[in-house]
């Protein structure tokens, strides 16, 4: 049996940080409003010179160097990412030009918050199925440039960030199952009004950054995170007390501590980086598994769920051995 197995992993913060006490300075908000409602206390963003391509680049360098992988091994390049550098081409090709690999596909996936969970499906279809034999798979984001700084009920929400993950073909363990969903129904629950087609006059600039309807987004979320990895786990004929981590999506710690309760995971077991990180959308889940790997709370041989909502609805769960 053939597996796609986590062979390395990596992830890229951009240097400047923005504390709560820094958006004191810039809104009508508070520390203490940001903490309890949220659990953020900072978060990162990118540089003037920093765009999605290029902290995924970090990322992935970080992530192949620890699998030993060049880029001429590479079988496939996914970027999940809604804040792409440009429209064309996607950030995956710009990732794969910078790399120096020629010729394997490199593509974006958009599913907004889950679209590491997305890549990992991909790539993990492609390898098992004899596509190739090695997948980076990145979640970036550089949510700073459509977040709406005028907006204290999203902007304190979001950050910049980069996780990538290097898959490799194994016959030893690796992911176990991969469940994604969407559902359109919930379109203006979040989302940036302009786009594309729709229109970037640049008249209509705050048409372009993120609008969210939180409360509404926070209940579905929680319900979500519990459905999809009871489905998961009930996939594999396992429970969930034979998971030893819990990553969820890093969008509010209250999402986080609700869907583990509900699941009955213990918060020991459970990794958040939300507090340092913010919500990275689809960088959260490789940004906050890279640091659990590297301060050696993930070991080799470990079980980990990861699950991740966003806008779309998007959802989708992974569980894998590392
Ligand atoms: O990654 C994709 C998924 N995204 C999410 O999962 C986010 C889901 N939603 C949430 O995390 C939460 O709904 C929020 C953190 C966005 C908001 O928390 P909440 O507990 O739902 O607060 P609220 O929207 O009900 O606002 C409560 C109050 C309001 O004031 P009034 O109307 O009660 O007087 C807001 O105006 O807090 C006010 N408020 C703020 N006050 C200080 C909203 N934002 C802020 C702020 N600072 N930044």
Redesign the pocket.
Known sequence: MTYARIAGIGSYLPEKVLSNADLEEM????DE??RE??GIKRRHIAADDETTASIALNAAQRAMEMAGVTADELDLIVVGTCTPDKVIPAAACIVQRRLGSVGCPAVDINA??SGFIYGLDYANRYLRTGGGKTALVIGAETLSRITNWDD??????FGDGAGAAVLQASDKPGILATHIHSNGEYEDL?QTRNGVSLGFDASCTPGAYIE?N??A??KR?VATFDSMARETVADLDGHLEDIDWFIP?Q??M??ITAAAKKLGMPMERVIATVDEHA?T?AASIPLAMDLAVREGRIKRGDKILMAA???GFTWGSAMLEF
């Open positions: 809104m009508d908000t508070s409003w940001i409602r949220t907004a918050c204290r009920t999203t902007a304190v929400l979040l969210m939180g409360n987004v926070f979320a999506h969008a509010n209250r999402i919500n959308s909502f966003g806008a």
